[in-house]
């Protein structure tokens, strides 16, 4: 059953801690109750604005939401085991890294390097969740969502939802236009660890173990322990996790940079493309650790814009272009936010 709210805070559906307030707010817990509510709303309200939000640990609101806030409580993970792998249907309002959890529990291998992201099943799909050279998109085979149009069901092959870094066609051409309920992912039975990113055989080494002896709740807890060291907790202090997305670039402005800058990070994409660290870049215009109001850079990983206490989302905002600008008059760059920008496009 559907339960509805109004006026409501979303003070704690969004990691940033923005004090903001939905108009509605719909918490389902099943898919024939979201076709309900979205056939209701079509009928009686077919032009109010409607956001469908998981964890909130990708939004930044910049004033109240002026429609109905949509928020999934379907849970449940059922499992296959099939010649080809370990097949899961996951409920989109499971916490990602308890899926983690459960996966490495049970000997289901694949999601390790994913371990300790914050938000949900769902937005795992949407946003192409991705860390320590992994991508959701690798394990996952199809996603089930409903259309907030219509109310009908969906099922998308993988090779559908358009997967790029950080993108999908949920967050781009589709957006706004489906509710993701459920996610399968195909992991494997057979351990395979992925160590060649981000200091994790470095951090292997210094807790003692051989990369030919890691399991995958060695790996796991490394990843955790990496992740803690240089993210905040945003139950401490407001933050969305990386605000903004490596950029790709040519290869010609990669080695112009490099020209000036010999340390400059690069991951490779393609024979004409290379992936630049926005951190890195951040960096170099002097914002790690600055402040502009109270908004500001966290002083351990520049790509992290932090909540002081009391910041408004037009406070980060703020700070969002000031960077931007910075890193585009100093290294013709644009980087762009990861993060979903509610009331406003940056």
């Known amino acids: 059953m559907a339960r509805i709210e109004y006026n409501y805070p979303l003070l704690s559906h969004n990691t940033f801690g923005i004090e903001a307030h939905a108009d509605r707010f719909v918490a389902y817990d099943s898919v024939e109750d979201l076709r309900q509510v979205v056939r209701r709303l079509r009928a009686d309200s077919p032009d109010v604005p409607v956001l469908h939000i998981g964890g909130g640990s990708n939004l930044l609101f910049l004033s109240?939401?002026?429609?109905?806030?949509?928020?999934?409580?379907?849970?449940?993970?059922?499992?296959?085991?099939?010649?080809?792998?370990?097949?899961?249907?996951?409920?989109?309002?499971?916490?990602?890294?308890?899926?983690?959890?459960?996966c490495v529990e049970h000997g289901f291998y694949g999601l390790e390097n994913l371990s300790f992201i914050p938000g949900e099943v769902g937005a795992s799909a949407v946003q192409n969740i991705g860390a320590y050279g992994a991508e959701a998109k690798d394990v996952i085979t199809a996603v089930e969502a409903v259309g907030l149009r219509d109310g009908e069901v969906r099922v998308f092959d993988v090779s559908e939802c358009g997967y790029a870094y950080r993108k999908s066609i949920f967050k781009e051409e589709w957006r706004g236009r489906y509710a993701v309920t459920h996610v399968h992912f195909r992991l494997s039975s057979t351990f395979r660890p992925n160590l060649d990113y981000g200091g994790i055989r470095e951090a292997l080494s210094a807790g003692g173990i051989r990369p030919e002896e890691v399991t995958a709740q060695d790996l796991r807890r490394v990843v955790i322990a990496i992740r803690k060291a240089k993210l905040p907790d945003p139950k401490v202090q407001g933050n969305a996790g990386s605000f903004f997305m490596n950029p790709v670039v040519s290869r010609e402005v990669y080695e112009a940079i490099k020209g000036d800058y010999p340390d400059v990070p690069r991951y490779e994409v393609d024979a004409?493309?290379?992936?630049?660290?926005?951190?890195?870049?951040?960096?170099?215009?002097?914002?790690?650790?600055?402040?502009?109001?109270?908004?500001?850079?966290?002083?351990?990983?520049?790509?992290?814009?932090?909540?002081?206490?009391?910041?408004?989302?037009?406070?980060?905002?703020?700070?969002?272009?000031?960077?931007?600008?910075?890193?585009?008059?100093?290294f013709g760059i644009s980087i762009t936010p990861e993060v979903n920008i509610i009331g406003g496009c940056a």
């Open 64 to 102: 109240d939401f002026k429609g109905v806030v949509l928020h999934s409580a379907i849970g449940g993970i059922e499992c296959e085991e099939r010649p080809d792998g370990i097949r899961l249907r996951v409920g989109a309002a499971i916490v990602w890294d308890d899926l983690v959890a459960y």
């Open 272 to 330: 004409e493309r290379v992936k630049i660290s926005a951190g890195w870049l951040i960096e170099r215009c002097g914002w790690k650790g600055r402040s502009l109001g109270r908004a500001a850079v966290h002083d351990r990983q520049a790509l992290v814009l932090v909540n002081k206490g009391g910041a408004t989302g037009r406070d980060i905002l703020a700070l969002c272009e000031a960077i931007r600008a910075d890193v585009l008059s100093r």
